[in-house]
Every structure is written in C-alpha cells, then in structure tokens.
C-alpha cells in the first residue's frame, strides 16, 4: 500500500470481527516494529502479543477505554538501561513506544487490519498480570482486529493553523 495512502486512510478502529489475525501477518506487524527509529538504537521494548481469549478478557478490565474485544492486543514495555528512570529517560522510552505503536498501526492497516492505541490502562495491574520484571515498564497498548466500523476521519486542524515559517505564530502559507 502506498505509504501516504496509508497514513491517510488509518482510522482508530474500535469494534472488531472475531476474526484471528495470521501468525504471518503478526509476524510482519512485529517486524515493522523493530525497524521503529529509536533512542539510541537500543532497541529496548519488549512487545508482548495477547491472543489468549481469557487473558484478553482479564486485561481490558484494566484498559477502560476499550470497549470491544480485539483479536489481539499488544503491549509495548520498554527496558530501561538504567535502574534509576529519571522523568527525561521516561520521555524518550515513551517516544520509542509511541513511534513503534505508529509503524504497528500502519504495517496493520496496510494488511487490512484494524488497530488503536490506547495509552489508559493500570500499568501496575498488567505489570502484574504479565510478570513483567523489575526495570522494565508498560508504556502502549495497541489493540488490534479486523474492522467491524469504517468510522469517518475525524476532523484535524488546517495545516495553517498548527504549522509556522522561521518563528512562533508566523503561519505556514500553504
Ligand atoms: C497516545 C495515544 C493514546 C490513545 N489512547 C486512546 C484510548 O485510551 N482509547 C481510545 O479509544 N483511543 C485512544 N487513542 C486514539 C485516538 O483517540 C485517535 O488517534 C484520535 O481520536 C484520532 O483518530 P484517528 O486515529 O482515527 O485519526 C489514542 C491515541 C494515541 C496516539
């Protein structure tokens, strides 16, 4: 699919088919993922792929802002290098997962799958739930299916608005 086809036509999809998704295609999902620019090359997160029904089901009581059962939900941790993570390292491991939860969602997309990050979950109850060790830390979870809404693309601002020449406030004249 062409690449800015792509980032147009993505939606947030938030009702799913039951359909599974192919070990093929996760596998092609995980890929994209690691290729992900990231910190340092560190290549520190750690995807944690939920397929298992009841497993599914025990984590969205701790995703409220997932309403529907996804064929799959991936978690995205981040390992830190440094046992101390000072609120500046935090930023930047957010960045890694949030860069990487957007090539999932596009690799999916251009697969003709479903997905939404979802950023409000119990961080120490999926800690728990998947015997996350110590240093390393939930950041995204990204659920992911087969479409059942084509929702309409929601509106964005004018490029004008969000976007200046050479200073603050001078806007971008398209
Ligand atoms: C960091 C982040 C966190 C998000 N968290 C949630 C969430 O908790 N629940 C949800 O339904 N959507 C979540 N979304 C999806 C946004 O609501 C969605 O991207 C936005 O409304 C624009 O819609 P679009 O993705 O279809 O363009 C999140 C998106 C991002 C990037």
């Known amino acids: 699919m062409d690449l800015d086809k792509a980032i147009r036509e993505r939606r947030s999809i938030r009702r799913y088919t039951e ?3 192919s070990t093929t295609d996760m596998n092609a999902i995980l890929d994209a993922a690691r290729w992900s620019p990231n910190s340092g090359n560190t290549n520190s997160w750690r995807f944690i792929v939920v397929t298992d ?3 599914k089901m025990t984590m969205l009581n701790f995703m409220p802002g997932v309403s529907d059962v996804p064929a799959a939900i991936i978690l995205i941790c981040i390992e830190a290098k440094q046992k101390r993570v000072k609120e500046a390292t935090r930023l930047v491991h957010m960045a890694d997962a949030a860069i990487a939860s957007q090539n999932i969602s596009l690799s999916a997309h251009s697969m003709g799958i479903g997905s939404c990050i979802v950023a409000s979950f119990a961080d120490v109850a999926l800690r728990a739930l998947f015997n ?3 240093g ?3 950041y995204i979870a990204i659920t992911l299916g087969y479409p059942a809404e084509a929702p309409l693309p929601p509106p964005r601002r004018e490029i004008e608005e ?4 050479n200073e603050y406030g001078e806007s971008w004249q398209s």
């Open 136 to 138: 390393i830390a939930p």
């Open 162 to 165: 969000i976007a200046f020449i």
């Open 19 to 21: 359909q599974e998704i």
């Open 53 to 55: 029904k009841a497993l």
């Open 132 to 134: 996350v060790p110590e």
